[in-house]
């Protein structure tokens, strides 16, 4: 996974390094420090720390492959939990889009909670109703800030 | 100018009722976001943000400041009782504050620390008074040549300080340098990396950014480590009744040590770059090292732990001084509170304090009424905290995530920032789990744009010659400064891993 | 120390979670010369920027007068939408064609924004209301400059290489000094900054020769000494700039300003238009204008409709002319 993230950051650097020296001057008409001077050297930087990076990493799991498979099932657990959050967070975001802050908060944390804190349905029904509607009051109401606005309005 | 009637009048607006409960309301949350684990000030700052809006800038500024010193306070509850730093600059402070408890002496090691991040407030905020004044007039004669130089400091100071990961902590500043140049070139009005988006011309914000590293990726990045999972069982019980107060003698035996400490975190939080977690572990090594029987430390010397609590504190205070009067933060939770100066229109820099006195002032003055405050919260509220320590992180986590997602919304009304803090916040589980610094990260977005601004406008003074960094005396003085700090920070630096190696070997 | 410590408005949030951005209302065939304004119709009040800036002020300020005055009868929904140097705030506004319940305030952005960005608008899109008031900019040195006027500054910058100062590139800052500059006959580096406090920082440390700025934010460098105001850009110079000249009375007039004005959405009726027309000319009447107007150091210009639609379009050539002449815009 290191060697993966380590890609995609090379990717991402190179696409980078890319637009600086294709869209962005490295000096301007008037001989002055252009856009692209920055960037350049920046992105020219990603590309070598990054490579720079990926090859100890190369060489660090050359000698702690042995290691690996022991910790392999506490691993995918591991992930498991991790990949459950990202989920619900993402989903999270797209239900406060379509129905606004506080109805979809409500939604999330019931779901959240159900699936983190199973079997606990008094404790759970109580967080997921209360801290949403002390949230909405305090943001909407005492503090006047933006909440968001639902683009779809639910009858009630 | 007289500093004691300028105090004075800081003092009158501090203390209107209003401005008070601010600063009641920013100390106690400061302190809950210390102890929920991950959770430090640039966390706090960064979400709670949202909530000074509809208040005017003062009462404001004064609760966003107690949230960041007021987090140094509560990170060490969990330090001592659980063995699990609040955040990184109470490392050093479970070193012997776990030790403490663990022999029964809880309400004691609690005690202390409060009185030392009292005295390192404290002591620190003095010393803001004194020195803010005359480094105001020092930095009129700074220019753009001295604020490139400066910029550049702070990044290579982090960076040294980063050791062994240093590589990825390069990376991780020059991602931040590159989110930085999205949007309208300032010198030339030409868009980059905009790719014809409307919402992308004013830039990358730095909040979603903030919001996204350090609130959902140490959320995340907690998840993945099976906090949710495990309760709070390592937590020690301590006992209210008899043996709470510190004894004559725990006071005797560290004075010094709080006055070395409280010294020793303020110079260190004035270096930009550096900063409390460093400040912290410096001055725990110190201590051992003048320590009449340093073979103690490790095992519960309550010297070891009065040692980096002042530090931390005292270097929280210090870190004020270059964001006050430079407009220069020289860590990310001081990048945050930049953040939030610039979102009330406010612009630190040296003439910041001469323009804005009743702010400028009343900010300061209210950091001294903030420290005894928080005295008496994390001595008399003790309970309240252990409690919180008790709500499961499984409960805790997803009301966590509602906070940072209408957090982020709430600032520009963006659905667009919403998503990218949820971005920030994937990248930044990963950052976290593959050793990158989402510190050097958010520290390079904000200084990055100032950088090469600042470059670019010499560049364009001096026509092209970089010799203008050597004719201009204040340049020549941040550079000798700088090569003196590169020098000797790492050596600091190695002795403080020292510290921490001979106590995860000591016993 | 004018504009930096003003306080935030209370938000005015009449309309809460209804308001979907992506509702744009079509009121076109509905509004009949009678009905305007529809006490029933929520006005719907777009500030293109955040919290606690020019344009945020302004806006704020014009709707507490209708508020204070009752100039208005139905509700006013202010909200901030901002993002994008006001591209999605008047894109907003801009989606609502046709509507006369959709409005906002415009500052400098709005001419320089269509410049820099892709936007689907341009200023002239929009059914104009009034131009009520102009920024203006002062050119200073350093309070210990030897500079005392502007007289000297020229046969200075004539013979030696100076730098000038000013926030940004895409706006007023830069194409007041670089028309004046050639009105007078002298050559001069522009120097681009992020903010008014860090270009000031820089001029007092002797990093830049002169610097530009809105007088309203350096007045009390002025006063101190601090800074020495050499001349103003605008027709005729404010009362707290003492005896400073205009450009014009050293006759180098440059004749560009930053328009503060007054939009409807698009093809807005006629009806409306007028109504906010007859409005407005209460507005500027009232003590609160006139104090708002002399706390930001404005120059009262008002033109009216048409007028300010042309206006607008000639800032904005003029504005497209000098900097694709730098080759600051293609």
Not at chain 2, 25 to 50: C, D, E, K, N, Y
Not at chain 2, 277 to 288: N, Q, V
């Amino acid at each position: 996974m290191r060697i993966v993230f380590l890609l995609a950051l090379l990717g991402g650097a190179v696409f980078y390094t890319y637009i600086a020296f294709t869209d962005l001057g490295f000096l301007t008409r008037t001989g002055r420090l252009g856009p692209g001077f920055f960037p350049r050297i920046v992105g020219l930087g990603i590309i070598v720390m990054t490579l720079w990076a990926i090859f100890d990493a190369l060489g660090q799991r050359r000698t702690a492959a042995a290691a690996d498979h022991v910790t392999d099932e506490l691993e995918d657990a591991r992930w498991r939990d991790f990949l459950l959050l990202v989920a619900l967070v993402i989903g999270y975001a797209v239900l406060i889009r379509l129905f606004g802050g506080w109805i979809s908060t409500i939604l999330y944390l019931g779901v959240a909670l159900s699936l983190l804190n199973p079997g606990q349905l008094k404790q759970n029904l109580l967080v997921a109703t209360l801290f949403p509607s002390g949230v909405y009051l305090l943001f909407d109401r005492v503090l006047n800030a933006n909440m968001p606005p639902a683009l779809i309005n639910l009858p009630f | 100018m007289d500093i004691f009637s300028d105090l004075m009048m800081g003092l009158s607006i501090a203390i209107t009722p209003i401005n008070l409960a601010y600063l009641l309301v920013g100390a106690m949350v400061g302190m809950i976001v210390g102890v929920i684990p991950g959770f430090g000030p640039s966390a706090g700052l960064a979400i709670l943000l949202p909530l000074t809006f509809g208040m005017d800038p003062v009462g404001a500024i004064v609760m966003l400041a107690a949230i960041y010193y007021g987090a140094m306070y509560g990170g060490t509850i969990t330090s001592i009782l659980l063995n699990t730093p609040g955040e990184s600059a109470t490392v050093a402070s479970t070193f012997d504050g776990y030790p403490l408890a663990k022999q029964g002496r809880a309400g004691p090691a609690l005690v202390m620390q409060a009185v030392a991040s009292f005295v390192g407030g404290t002591v620190g905020v003095i010393l803001i008074t004194i020195l803010a004044p005359m480094f105001s007039q020092v930095s009129r004669s700074f220019g753009p040549p001295e604020y490139f130089l400066l910029a550049m400091m702070g990044m290579l100071t982090l960076i040294v300080m980063i050791g062994a990961n240093w590589k990825l902590g390069v990376i991780s500043a020059l991602i931040g340098f590159a989110l930085g140049t999205v949007g309208v070139d300032l010198e030339t009005g030409q868009s980059r990396y905009t790719f014809g988006s409307a919402e992308l011309i004013g830039g990358i914000y730095f909040i979603p950014i903030a919001i996204g590293l350090f609130g959902l990726g140490e959320l995340l990045y907690a998840f993945y480590t099976g906090m949710h999972r495990t309760g709070s069982g390592g937590l020690v019980q301590y006992d209210k009744e008899s043996r709470f107060w510190p004894t004559a003698q725990d006071f005797i035996s560290t004075r010094w040590t709080m006055v070395r400490g409280s010294i020793l975190g303020f110079v260190v939080g004035v270096i930009p770059g550096a900063g409390a977690t460093i400040a912290s572990l410096m001055a725990y090594s110190t201590e051992r090292s003048l320590s009449k029987n340093p073979e103690n430390f490790g095992k519960g010397e309550m010297a070891g732990l009065v040692a980096p609590e002042t530090a931390n504190n005292a270097a929280s205070s210090g870190a004020m001084i270059p964001l006050l009067t430079l407009g220069i933060p020289g860590s990310a939770s001081t990048a945050v509170l930049l953040a939030a100066f610039l979102l009330w229109g406010l612009r630190p820099g040296p003439l910041f304090m001469g323009q804005n006195p009743e702010l400028a002032w009343g900010l300061i003055a209210s950091m001294y009424l903030g420290n005894m405050v928080l005295l008496a919260i994390s001595i008399f509220a003790i309970p309240l905290f252990v409690q919180i320590i008790k709500v499961p992180y499984r409960i805790l986590g997803p009301c966590i995530v509602v906070i940072c997602a209408l957090g982020t919304f709430t600032v520009h009304a963006s659905f667009v920032e919403m998503w990218l803090m949820v971005a920030a916040g994937i990248v930044g589980f990963f950052m976290r789990l593959y050793g990158f610094s989402p510190a050097a990260l958010v520290l390079a977005l904000v200084l990055g744009p100032l950088a090469e601004e600042a470059l670019r406008q010499t560049m364009t003074i001096s026509r092209g010659s970089f010799g203008i960094f050597l004719d201009r005396p204040a340049s020549v003085w941040i550079i000798i400064v700088t090569i003196a700090l590169l020098i000797i920070l790492p050596l600091i630096g190695r002795i403080g891993a020292r510290a921490k190696a001979n106590k995860a070997t000591g016993h | 120390m004018t504009l930096q410590t003003g306080p935030i408005t209370a938000r005015v949030k009449l309309g809460v979670l209804g308001m979907a951005l992506a509702a744009p209302l079509a009121f076109a065939g509905a509004a009949t010369a009678q009905s305007y304004p529809d006490a029933g119709e929520t006005l719907d009040w777009t500030i293109a920027f955040g919290p606690g800036g020019g344009n945020d002020i302004m806006a704020r300020t014009i709707v507490d007068i209708l508020a204070k005055y009752d100039l208005y009868p139905g509700e006013i929904a202010v909200e901030n939408r901002a993002g994008g140097s006001g591209a999605v705030g008047w894109g907003y506004l801009f989606a609502q064609d046709g509507s006369g319940y959709g409005i906002s305030t415009t500052s400098g952005s709005f001419v320089t924004t269509p410049l820099q960005a892709d936007t689907p608008w341009q200023p002239a899109d929009f059914t104009p209301v009034a131009l009520l008031a102009t920024d203006d900019l002062v050119l200073v040195v350093n309070g210990s400059s030897d500079i005392q006027d502007i007289g000297q500054f020229i046969d200075y910058a004539k013979a030696n290489p100076i730098t000038i100062a000013g926030t940004g590139t895409v706006n007023v800052d830069f194409i007041v000094p670089t028309l004046f500059a050639q009105a007078a006959g002298f050559e001069f580096e522009y120097v681009s900054f992020n903010s008014m406090a860090d270009q000031t920082t820089a001029l007092l440390s002797d990093s830049v020769d002169a610097m530009v700025g809105n007088p309203g934010e350096i007045l009390g460098l002025i006063d101190s000494g601090d800074l020495r105001a050499l001349v103003y850009s605008g027709a005729s110079t404010p009362a707290a700039l003492g005896d400073v000249p205009t450009m014009g009375d050293v006759g180098h007039d440059i004749g560009v300003s930053m328009p503060r004005g007054l939009i409807l959405a698009p093809n807005a009726p006629a009806e409306a238009q007028a109504f906010w027309i007859e409005t407005m000319k209460r507005v500027v009447e009232t003590p609160e204008w006139a104090a708002y107007i002399e706390n930001n150091t404005l120059t009262p210009t008002i033109v009216y409709g048409e007028d300010f639609r042309t206006f607008l379009t000639r800032t904005q050539n003029g504005f497209a002319e000098v900097l694709r002449s730098v080759g600051a815009i293609q």
